[in-house]
């Protein structure tokens, strides 16, 4: 491990404060080199920590946090702050059960100010702050830190428009500007911004300036470059947040410490004297100071372990393959055949499995940023016309779109499908990204068509299904590899509202849907050799359900289990019991589902152990319902 000299004396920020000003550079690299070197061991959200390391230091150095309250947009660039506000020795424990958060979150820090897990949210925060710090007559000021990707989502220009109008002068909006979120950015703002350089006059400057340079010795022509980036950007955003009512700075080189803490100096002087809100206007590079995630900043932005020297890491263990690319297959296999099909993704190419379907089908594919809300009503609208569109969004992103979702798509009952990648338990992302609730805020609406796959090869059929099924169709399916089950060369429709029933049984039945499925089976089992005759059925759909076929296997066997990867309040459970109510079938049923509490990061296998979503889980729960049937007969 490098010296960290100056990096050992900082346990918080007030330690930060007393470093010399003059060394604070020195402190920005070792705190870079402590990053580097912490992830490649544990693996995490690497360019974009390193690329906000001098903003975050900085900001600390010069507010006073956490009474001056620093909120981050996301919290893919929180490492920095994490190690500078006491968590440095807890870091190789990031995102394991027990360990600090790979996000931002309110009960792990007091400088934590505002959790951080979805894009977009900082300025709404922050101004909300903000404006409480002013209700209770304190000095404070608020400081969100956003990315340019976080600023595709709409709700930041809501908050900007907002807190314009209310000329709120304690909130400084900094801009991260390293012109990426995870993946490269999209957006209209970068062509307004090449109209403004074709304008003329910029035109000429531009002429002389590249002449002027070129008769320069060195590597002037890679600055006139450099010079022509900050053109674009003094001739737009600037005007741009001006008209929102916001005190523009910039655009600063945001990896020179000294500028920026001259300029968050110079912005609180402009706050005491009533002049904000002030934007910060900051260029920096992802992954700066470690060529390999300055190099290939989309590659190290969420990171495995690692060689340091090399930027290698350990190559993936031979598996099944995941349910990401399954999915991503199966959509070009079908949209071969069918160029009614179109591709759409909120920021997430690669999270999803698209940027494949982008690579074969350039002119059917849409990243219209981080704007899940803009992606499914833009779906719709595709709908009307006669295509087919696939919205491939994180079941905990979906979340954002759902006015979208009931008002746009299922009112109107338009032929869109919604791909949901991530649902269930996500592992070291935790309580921000889990995906549990997309059930039950989808099946209360109408016209929808709801799918969970138990397997990768199901998850290819259920595809095609949604497709081609004339109306909403939803299918929802966990993050990470499949079972390894073989796939069918062809995919086929599977009928509307059909379970499967894949072993029969007398003495109770387990009706499982997704990836709970071959973890029922495993049960029935386990069961079968303790003289337990189970049967288990794959439920498929959690709308329209299988209402036969259930409530006639809960009459012949006399109790139910139902499992599911899902909150256990309003999802497929909760569909059961509503269906055996209708039915009149009054048996002993058990519901086995995420308990109504936050589920915090850990290894994703052993969350599911200790909710008892596991084979011995779900046989025991069967085992523990078979005797209190047994009890209330002998009572009887």
Known sequence: MSNRELLDQVNFPEDLRRIPREK?????????????????????????????????????????????????????????????????????????????????????????????????????????????????????????????????????????????ALKQNNLIVVLNDNEMSISPNVGAMSSYLSRKLSAPMVRRMKGWAKEFLGTMPGDMLHWAQKAEESLKVFFSPGLLFEALNFKYVGPLQGHRIEVLLETFENAKEMLANGDGPILIHALTAKGYGYEPAERDPLTYHGVSAFEIASGKMAPSKPGPPSYTKVFAEALIALAEEDERILAITAAMPGGTGLDKFQRRFPDRFYDVGIAEQHAVTFAAGLATEGMKPVAAIYSTFLQRAYDQVVHDVCVQNLDVTLALDRAGVVGADGATHQGFYDFAYLRTLPNIVIMAPKDENELRHMVRTAIEHPGPAAVRYPRGSGFGVPLDPEMKNIPVGESELLRDGDDAVVVAVGELVHPALEAATQLAADGISVAVVNARFVKPIDTTRIADLARRCGAVVTAEAHSGMGGFGSAVLE??????????????????????????????????????????????????RAANRKES
Request: hydrophobic letters at 40%.
């Open 24 to 164: 604070m550079p020195q402190l920005a690299n070792e705190l870079r080199s402590e990053i580097v070197d912490r992830v490649s061991r544990t693996g995490g959200h690497l360019a974009s920590s390193l690329g906000a390391v001098e903003l975050i230091a900085a900001i600390h150095y010069v507010f006073d946090t956490p009474n001056d309250r620093l909120i981050l947009d996301v919290g893919h660039q929180g490492y920095p702050h994490k190690i500078l506000t006491g968590r440095r020795k807890q870091f190789d424990e990031i995102g394991k059960e027990g360990g600090i958060g790979k996000f931002l979150r309110r009960e792990e820090s007091p400088y934590d100010h505002f959790g951080a897990g979805h894009a977009g949210t900082s300025i709404s925060a922050a101004l909300g702050s903000a404006r409480a710090l002013q209700h209770k007559g304190s000095d404070n000021v608020a400081i969100a830190l956003i990315g340019d990707g976080g600023m595709t989502a709409g709700m930041a220009f809501e908050a900007l428009n907002h807190a314009g």
């Open 579 to 628: 269906t055996l109510a209708r039915a009149g079938v009054n048996v002993p049923v058990h519901t086995l589902a995420i308990p109504d509490r936050l589920i915090e990061h850990g290894n994703t296998a052993q969350i599911y152990a200790e909710l008892a979503l596991d084979a011995d889980g779900i046989a025991a729960t069967v085992r523990g319902l078979l005797r209190g």
